[in-house]
């Protein structure tokens, strides 16, 4: 069957880096992606991965992806209050379906 | 460019009514998406048109159904409305249909059932 599975909470301290865990179950998902959603606003795409690929960096984000264990992280460098959101782990299937996960809501301690 | 537009923002129907809601995508987007977000169920695709045409559907009944113009603009409608229908209902716009093609969301509109 078609899931992908997160943690529904992350609690990090300020300029901490967070690690937003997500597995999915699908071996043949083309892109997996990482949705940022902010209170009140629609889903932000924050980054994406194709799936022959180990890592992916831009700016404070990094992804990692291990197929063979079929886990996917989003790591945030010197996390920001601004950070503050929902995050939804997503991964495609085929070429026109896309599952998301339930989403892991990051809060930020001062 | 102007981001995907979604109307109404806010709706409140009751038990057994019908509802539209309508979802504009970023000009030049052929490919419109739609998703119900909900506490419990999280994110659920709904289903994709592609120049007027239905390319792939969700698990949802009937009750759920959706068109798309030859503007690209599209609608969704929901009849016999129930408690449960009460979500948040995103469209999501893409240049092209595929998996590898980034999705813009919209705010979302969202419907509560009472």
């Known amino acids: 069957g078609e899931d992908v599975e997160q943690s529904l909470f992350l609690s990090v301290r300020e300029g901490d880096s967070s690690v937003i865990n997500c597995t999915y179950t699908?071996?043949?998902?083309?892109?997996l992606y990482w949705y940022k959603q902010e209170p009140g606003a629609g889903l932000q795409l924050l980054t994406y991965?194709?799936?022959?690929?180990d890592m992916k960096q831009d700016q404070r984000l990094t992804v990692l992806l291990n197929k063979k264990d079929k886990h996917l992280s989003l790591r945030i460098a010197d996390t920001q209050t601004g950070d503050s959101a929902i995050y939804f782990c997503a991964e495609s299937i085929g070429d026109d379906k896309i599952i998301f996960g339930k989403g892991t809501r990051l809060h930020i301690l001062p | 460019k102007a981001g995907v537009t979604q109307t109404p923002r806010y709706l409140i129907k009751t038990r057994g009514q019908q509802v539209t809601l309508s979802c504009s995508p970023i000009s030049g987007h052929r490919s419109v998406s739609w998703y119900q977000q909900t506490p419990g169920q999280g994110l659920q695709f709904l289903f994709e048109?592609?120049?007027?045409?239905?390319?792939n559907k969700g698990n949802f009944p009937g009750r759920f159904s959706g068109r798309q113009f030859s503007n690209s603009r599209s609608e969704m409608n929901v009849s016999t409305l129930e408690l449960g229908d009460s979500a948040l209902y995103l469209c999501?716009?893409?240049?092209?249909?595929?998996?590898?093609?980034?999705?813009?969301f919209g705010p979302g509109t969202r419907l509560t059932v009472t």
């Open positions: 999501a716009s893409s240049f092209t249909s595929g998996g590898n093609n980034e999705q813009y």
């Open positions: 699908d071996s043949s998902s083309t892109y």
């Open positions: 048109y592609f120049s007027e045409t239905q390319r």
């Open positions: 991965i194709f799936s022959n690929m």
